[in-house]
């Protein structure tokens, strides 16, 4: 009865113990490890183990469908980050690498900040750079495709390292974590057909994992009072279509994967054009392949070897 | 007030078409202002105006024509007077 009269009445002080208790779990299991920063996880190889099966599901469901498969590291050039606009949208998730490689850069002044009681101050010295953390794993990609795409279009699988600055205590929000897309550039008809197909495998793909999970109609965190009005347009033009998933809060299922269409944004910004000499829509689906393996060891438990033969059958456990 | 809409919109809109001659009606979506042409839309309008849109109005259809666009502003400064 203890825990009972302890629980929260506050639905979003339950939401946040449970956050808390699953990932307490998951660190008494060593599955992740604590790095002591909210989000950012040392993974154990069980842990790795379970995502390789997953990449491994995903590229099977889109076989045959990419021109080719291209792997990114978690920089990416400043300048893309600029140019995708991501800045003004999300200001509060960016990440700039800042270095030490000024030539007028004063060493005398960091070593003594460094020395200092204030420790961190060294960091002052330093100035941003022109690499980013990558925002979201198909960014890289664009710059890459500026021209003009076959007449089919063009499909490329991605996998990408990303990061969010948004340290949660919620195991499934991490801010250094992986996506795994396929990306489609050609034309509003290809990139809508490429986006629903994925809906259906999606949530084929997880069903067959086990998870009880449904698409919903989403909106991207735009910052600020001007994001509402874009979450508002991406809400009314269903442009991001979400698999949600019972994580650690069962009330507040989590995004697992998202199908989203970028309309022309990406095509108009790096001049990607179709072979009629359209500006290029395009779209993708990303799989947070860390939230997987989540939701799975929230499902079947934390102890793989218990796990369902069909399911550790299709993941290569 | 409908002029100083369409210089915004010209300033801002980045719309396909001369926003002059567009119907006060016509869907400016449509006619090729995308979402993040409309947030800067919406920032040149409270700076010109100097109203803040409330949260409930930070929607697609309040920005969707010079004629809801008046509407809002209306109401705004309706509210502002009262």
Redesign the interface.
């Known amino acids: 009865m203890t825990t009972l009269t302890n629980r929260p009445a506050d639905p979003a002080e339950l939401v946040l113990e449970q956050h808390r208790a699953f990932r307490d779990e998951l660190l008494a299991a060593r599955l992740l490890l604590s790095t002591g920063i909210d989000g950012l996880y040392l993974r154990s190889d069980r842990f790795e183990r379970i995502v390789r099966g997953i990449d491994a599901m995903v590229s099977r469901a889109g076989a045959g469908t990419a021109e080719e498969t291209l792997h990114f590291p978690l920089l990416m050039p400043r300048e893309v980050l600029e140019r995708t606009n991501y800045p003004r949208s999300f200001p509060n998730l960016t990440g700039v690498v800042s270095g030490f490689s000024d030539p007028t850069a004063d060493h005398a002044a960091l070593v003594q900040a460094f020395d200092s009681d204030d420790r961190a101050s060294w960091t002052n010295l330093l100035r941003p750079s022109d690499l980013a953390l990558c925002s979201a794993a198909c960014h890289p990609l664009y710059p890459t495709q500026q021209g003009t795409l076959p007449a089919e279009g063009r499909v490329v699988e991605v996998f990408g390292q990303c990061f969010r600055r948004e340290p949660s205590i919620d195991p499934a929000r991490m801010q250094s974590f992986r996506q795994h897309e396929f990306v489609y550039l050609g034309n509003a008809e290809g990139a809508r057909a490429h986006r629903d197909a994925w809906i259906g495998r999606a949530l084929e793909l997880h069903g067959r994992l086990g998870l009880s999970v449904e698409a919903v109609n989403a909106n991207d965190p735009f910052f600020g009072r001007t994001g509402r009005l874009l979450a508002a347009s991406q809400l009314s033009n269903s442009l991001k279509i979400e698999v949600v998933a019972p994580i650690a809060a069962p009330s507040a299922p989590t995004a697992i994967t998202s199908a989203n269409l970028h309309l022309e944004h990406f095509g108009e910004e790096f001049g990607i054009h179709t072979a009629t000499g359209q500006v290029a829509h395009t779209a993708c689906v990303g799989f947070g392949v860390e939230r997987i393996a989540l939701a799975l060891l929230r499902r079947h438990g934390l102890d793989l070897t218990g796990w369902d033969p069909q399911i550790r059958q299709e993941l290569a456990l | 007030m409908e002029r100083e809409i369409r210089q915004i919109l010209a300033a801002h809109g980045r719309l396909g078409v001369d926003v002059y001659s567009l119907d006060a009606d016509a869907d400016l979506y449509r006619n090729g202002m ?3 042409a ?2 800067n839309v ?2 040149g309008l409270e700076e010109a105006f100097d109203v803040e ?1 409330p ?1 409930e109005m ?4 309040t ?1 969707e024509s010079v004629a809801s666009i008046e509407t809002a502003l209306n109401s705004l400064t309706a509210t502002l007077a009262g």
């Not at chain 2, 930070?58 to 259809?61: G, N, Q, V």
Request: aromatic share 14%.
């Open positions: 995308t979402s993040h409309s947030v919406m920032i849109f949260i930070l929607r697609r259809s920005f």
